[in-house]
């Protein structure tokens, strides 16, 4: 399987959603998200960061996408879960992380992720974030 | 809860992603565990449309009722850990929801692993305005669209 329709059909046991571009793309991420780290055994702290970065997906994502919805696959681990955004526009993934930055707070999906990378994939690329709790 | 006054604006920008496929649509493995996921998403849409709760109370009986047929009698082990496994699309409509959930297991009939007819089908028809079963796309699976309305509610 090459990586593209590995990406579109997902990796065993992703949960991917997309969301149109619009007001359902907070909501329906950051519960999604909130969920799914509640399952990976994160304590309270790292889930709120989990939904922080959700938040900053939701809202700054949009303008980075190849297609007009938001998609993000997520994957949970032990005590780790994974968000892998896009397909993204060439040069979106680092565009989106530097779009995290909030005034006098700085780069919150920076601050927050245990792990940032970018991974192209053909046209497009892939913002993925990692955060987990190693106690 | 939104104030219903939220609502037209949300819907006007609703109809103007409405050439979107599906405003939002999540494909997961046929778990238990998944089903949890597609209520949160259902519920953040629901209330988001200030959909009134007892209608959003029966679409998350119908839609955990049509998610738990899918992960109990679509698929033997080796197609459920499938990331498309299960497809959930919710689409806000005109006074509602319409949720469509598709599979890409064994499709409709009777399941090897059912005494008889469950109740799940029945339930999920009192609880809907509209109900649609259907084979899933190149005829592979199975499709259950439901539409929800306020005037559905309290049908069962």
């Known amino acids: 399987m090459t990586g593209a329709a590995a990406s579109a059909n997902g990796s065993p046991g992703t949960t991917r959603v997309s969301i149109a571009s619009g007001p359902l793309v907070g909501p329906v991420l950051r519960r999604v998200v909130g969920m799914l780290a509640a399952r990976a055994d994160l304590p309270l702290d790292r889930l709120d960061d989990a939904v922080l970065v959700a938040d900053l997906i939701a809202s700054r994502a949009p303008a980075h996408m190849q297609a007009a919805s938001v998609d993000v696959d997520l994957q949970t681990g032990d005590r780790t879960l994974s968000l892998k955004v896009g397909p993204l526009r060439p040069g979106g993934g680092q565009a989106l992380i530097v779009d995290a930055s909030v005034p006098g707070v700085g780069n919150v999906i920076e601050q927050l992720a245990d792990d940032i990378s970018v991974s192209p994939d053909g046209d497009a690329e892939y913002l993925v974030v990692r955060l987990a709790y190693s106690s | ?156």
Do not use: W
């Open chain 2, 1 to 156: 809860m939104r104030a219903h006054a939220f609502t037209p604006t949300l819907r006007a920008e609703l109809a103007q992603i409405g050439a979107t496929p599906s405003p939002v649509r999540l494909s997961l493995p046929a778990q238990p565990r998944n089903i949890a996921v597609v209520r949160r998403a259902l519920e953040a849409v629901a209330e988001e449309l200030a959909l009134p709760r007892r209608l959003i109370e029966d679409m998350r009986l119908a839609v955990t009722e049509a998610c738990t047929n899918v992960v109990r009698h679509a698929y033997d082990d080796a197609g459920r850990e499938e990331a498309s496994a299960m497809r959930v699309d919710l689409l806000p409509s005109e006074h509602g929801m319409e949720v469509i959930v598709e599979d890409r297991g064994r499709g409709l009939g009777p399941s090897p692993d059912a005494k008889g007819p469950g109740l799940g089908l029945p339930l999920i028809a009192a609880l809907t305005s509209a109900l649609e079963v259907s084979h899933g796309a190149d005829d592979r699976g199975s499709r259950i669209a439901m539409s929800f309305a306020p005037a559905s509610i309290g049908a069962a």
